[in-house]
């Protein structure tokens, strides 16, 4: 079982409408996760970290974690064409000293 | 602040031949990491220095695979005997103590290696 597990979509989400995406992870002990943008071409960019559960909000990002679950996902609100990427979810495993491991990362297009 | 720097940005090399990427982080970070990236893929750990120590090195990297920091500064990683196996992005990033926990890593722009 991969330590991170994304799918990698397409995901298509008509522009201004929510997009989420959503990721799960095999280490129960985990206690930090992040949620990486990367752009064609281009090398990945932190957007959103969240360590507790339930929900933390920065602008049109949601992130929201389920620890019982082993679950993340990020909500993006009032989706722009700019918003159009892959969005990396990743974790640092327990006892893993700042190793941080990504999934595959998920493909959204928003469609104008 | 010039960012993460890699170098070369694209290497084309034959297969069995030998190939090194070097990476300069950001001045004033300690922790250094290299991954590999392929089409569709995210990053794959590879290994991970802070200062000069290497942590940890993936267990899916073959012993064809070194990577050193020798003065805590800019790090080298080689490929020997390349196969066609190993054609990918081969991303560094750099991260500092004050940024640990919150999972920020300042990516580079990578370099691009094909093994004919």
């Known amino acids: 079982q991969k330590e991170v597990e994304q799918n990698s979509g397409p995901l298509s989400v008509p522009e201004g409408a929510i997009a989420s995406l959503n990721c799960t992870y095999s280490?129960?002990?985990?206690?930090?996760f992040f949620w990486y943008r990367q752009y064609s071409g281009k090398s990945p960019e932190l957007i959103m970290f969240?360590?507790?559960?339930g929900d933390k909000e920065d602008g049109r990002f949601t992130a929201q974690l389920n620890k019982a679950s082993q679950y993340v996902s990020l909500l993006i609100r009032d989706s722009q064409p700019s918003d159009s990427a892959t969005y990396l979810c990743?974790?640092?495993?327990?006892?893993?000293?700042?190793?941080?491991?990504f999934g595959k990362g998920t493909r959204l297009h928003i469609l104008p | 602040d010039t960012g993460v720097s890699q170098d070369p940005r694209h290497k084309i090399t034959k297969r069995g031949q030998n190939v090194t990427f070097r990476c300069d982080p950001i001045?004033?970070?300690?922790?250094l990491y290299w991954y590999r990236q392929t089409l569709g893929q995210g990053p794959e750990f590879l290994t991970y220095f802070q200062n000069e120590a290497q942590l940890e090195k993936s267990r899916l990297l073959s012993d064809r695979f070194s990577a050193e920091r020798p003065k805590g500064s800019f790090s080298t990683l080689e490929i020997q005997r390349t196969e066609q196996g190993d054609s990918a992005m081969y991303l560094c990033a750099s991260s500092s103590s004050t940024s640990w926990g919150t999972g920020e890593l300042f990516f580079g722009e990578g370099s691009r290696l094909t093994v004919l």
């Open positions: 001045s004033e970070h300690n922790r």
């Open positions: 969240i360590y507790s559960n």
């Open positions: 990743a974790v640092i495993p327990v006892n893993r000293d700042d190793k941080i491991i």
């Open positions: 280490d129960r002990g985990s206690q930090s």
